[in-house]
């Protein structure tokens, strides 16, 4: 599972670098959640909410479909 995760990242990881940012796998929870740091420009920028929902959360959800939700652990969503 880690692997696929990671491998996701990497699919979506050259979008967040063009932008200055980046994205990192933090943990699997036992429940199933998956929690990741934004690096770079992705920690403040105003987009960071849309990035993660509809960019890293989707990209990790298709790899993965039995994950429940992803969480930024250094980010506070609205």
């Not at 940012?21 to 403040?44: A, N, P, Y």
Request: one cysteine or more; a negative charge; glycine letters at 6%.
């Amino acid at each position: 599972m880690r692997k696929k995760i990671e491998e996701a990242l990497n699919a979506i990881r050259p979008y967040l670098v063009a932008d200055g940012g980046d994205v990192e796998l933090v943990e699997i929870t036992d429940d199933l959640i998956v929690r990741v740091e934004l690096k770079g420009s992705c920690q403040s920028c105003s987009m960071s909410t849309m990035t993660m929902k509809a960019g890293i959360e989707e990209t990790i959800k298709r790899a993965v479909p039995e994950i429940k939700s992803v969480e930024a652990v250094n980010l506070s969503l609205v």
